[in-house]
T-cell receptor, first 114, second 113 residues
């Protein structure tokens, strides 16, 4: 099931570089989210978007930016990567208006910042 | 403030034994509760969810969870664990009117033969 895809799946970059992580979904959901996962910290919300014109900061947005290019696409950018942004990044989607706002996750992007 | 607590960082059980993973939440509105599983190198897969109605919910892979409002808990259970259940388990809370999910820090499950 590839309803939510993330590219790349793995990425190594150097401190100071700009990188972009991409997320696409075929579920037709309005809402999209970016999380990062660190050992012992669970998942923390970076940004979320309720539609193409609506972008909101999450718990840990500093150092990140996002772009919602279309309903199906939501990109996360690290403008100037730093080593403590090394983490596993997940994109998720949910369907606004349904009683059950379950979030569906992509496979994750593992990022290493040297 | 909203929060989710998974008090057990790591649990080890023998294959065939029963399992209970604990989850406590703090949420001002009526909560929607979820359990996700993350296998090594994989994304998060939804195991089960509770919105209303019967407080005992059944999920995939033989898992179930019970919502206890008086204890603010939503513990995950399985009667007989299989080696393939070894994974990380996350409890999460959200609300229809809310705009965020809150995840616990996860419980890592090891299954020994």
């Amino acid at each position: 099931d590839a309803d939510v895809t993330q590219t790349p799946r793995n990425r190594i970059t150097k401190t100071g570089k700009r990188i972009m992580l991409e997320c696409s979904q075929t579920k037709g959901h309005d809402r999209m989210y970016w999380y990062r996962q660190d050992p012992g910290l669970g998942l923390r919300l970076i940004y979320y978007s309720f539609d193409v014109k609506d972008i909101n900061k999450g718990e840990i947005s500093d150092g990140y930016s996002v772009s919602r290019q279309a309903q199906a696409k939501f990109s996360l950018s690290l403008e100037s990567a730093i080593p403590n942004q090394t983490a596993l990044y997940f994109c998720a989607t949910s369907d606004f208006g349904r009683q059950e706002e379950t979030q569906y996750f992509g496979p994750g992007t593992r990022l290493l910042v040297l | 403030a909203q929060s989710v607590t998974q008090p057990d960082i790591h649990i080890t059980v023998s294959e065939g034994a029963s399992l209970e993973l604990r989850c406590n939440y703090s949420y001002g509105a009526t909560p929607y509760l979820f359990w996700y599983v993350q296998s090594p190198g994989q994304g998060l897969q939804l195991l089960l969810k509770y919105f209303s109605g019967d407080t005992l919910v059944q999920g995939i892979k033989g898992f179930e969870a019970e919502f206890k409002r008086s204890q603010s808990s939503f513990n995950l259970r399985k009667p007989s664990v299989h080696w393939s259940d070894a994974a990380e388990y996350f409890c999460a809370v959200g609300a229809l009117s809310g705009n965020q999910f809150y995840f616990g820090t996860g419980t890592s499950l090891t299954v020994i033969p």
